[in-house]
Each structure stands twice: as C-alpha cells, then as structure tokens.
C-alpha cells in the first residue's frame, strides 16, 4: 500500500482540499469513506457527515457515494488479513509524531496486538506512552492504519474512540481475541 503523508495541523489540515465522502457497508457497521484527489484520507466508522466535518475543518465536503463505493468494497474485501494490498494510496496528515506513531501501526499486523509502550519504543521515545495513545486517538484512517489493534498493557482492551465494542468487534474479526 502507498503511503502518502502531510505534516499538519488537525486544525489546518483541511484547508484548499476538496474531499468526497460516501457511508458503505462494512462487516462491523457502517464505514465513511472520504477521498482527496491523493487517495484515502479518512475512514470513520458508525459515523455521518458531522464527524468528518469536525476533522477536517475548512475542507469542501462533496458526498458522492458513487465515488467511493470501489474504494469501499476494497476495504471490505480486503479486511481483516490484506489490507496492505490496498490499492488506493492511503493519505495521512498530522504532525511529525503522529505520523511516525501511524506508519508503526501499519506494520502490525492483522491478529496481533500490541502495547502503546510497545509503539513508543519502536519509533525511539519510549517514555512518550501517552503522547503515543493521544496520536493512535486521533488516526485519521481507522482499520486502515490499524489503531484498534494498539491496547493497554494492564486490561489488554481499553476504550477505543468509535466505542469499546467496535474494537473488540475488529479484533475479533482479525482473530485477535
């Protein structure tokens, strides 16, 4: 899968870009698919419009189910074990720690897990556990760059920002639990 990244802002990071959303079918729910001219920015889950408008403040949103439908299907098809194979680029725009705490989510694999202490050590601070669980928070590309998988040392599970279920839902999916 390709990767494309952006250092930005969550507060600027919508600026001059158009993007096109669609709500597809999903094994789990619904899933909110939102395009750039680039590829795959965004990816929420049991969601509307109003959440990915307060993510990418300043963007021009176009819905157009029609055009993110292929992309859609792809993620479906693919998940839980190739989504690597991805073939639409994946866009992520964040500061410079949230992207390296995003590109190590990408190489966890489909039935792992791993700890946010684990994250930090990976990308050299590993006394930034909790500035790595507030950048897996704030993933821009849910299931895609897999932030489900990441869980707390302690309890294994912890809360997850489309809800507790939804995580233990993917996870089981992937044959993670």
């Known amino acids: 899968?390709?990767?494309?990244?952006?250092?930005?802002?969550?507060?600027?990071?919508?600026?001059?870009?158009?993007?096109?959303?669609?709500?597809?079918?999903?094994?789990?729910?619904?899933?909110?698919?939102?395009?750039?001219?680039?590829?795959?920015?965004?990816?929420?889950?049991?969601?509307?419009?109003?959440?990915?408008?307060?993510?990418?403040?300043?963007?021009?949103?176009?819905?157009?189910?029609?055009?993110?439908?292929?992309?859609?299907?792809?993620?479906?098809?693919l998940w839980p074990q190739q989504l690597d194979k991805l073939p639409v680029p994946v866009v992520l725009y964040g500061t410079e720690f949230q992207l390296k705490v995003w590109k190590e989510l990408l190489k966890v694999k489909s039935g792992a897990t791993v700890t946010y202490?684990?994250?930090?050590?990976?990308?050299?601070?590993?006394?930034?556990v909790r500035a790595v669980g507030s950048a897996v928070g704030k993933n821009t590309v849910s299931i895609v760059v897999p932030c489900h998988r990441v869980v707390n040392k302690t309890s294994g599970i912890i809360n997850y920002g489309w809800g507790p279920a939804l995580k233990i839902a993917l996870l089981k999916g992937e044959n993670a639990l």
Do not use: Q
């Open 1 to 77: 899968m390709k990767v494309i990244t952006h250092k930005a802002a969550r507060a600027t990071r919508g600026k001059n870009l158009t993007i096109v959303w669609g709500i597809h079918d999903f094994p789990v729910g619904k899933i909110l698919v939102a395009l750039t001219a680039e590829g795959l920015c965004w990816l929420g889950i049991n969601c509307g419009k109003a959440k990915l408008r307060e993510n990418w403040k300043g963007a021009e949103l176009v819905e157009d189910n029609a055009a993110t439908a292929k992309v859609a299907r792809d993620i479906a098809r």
């Open 117 to 128: 202490a684990h994250i930090a050590g990976k990308i050299g601070r590993p006394a930034a």
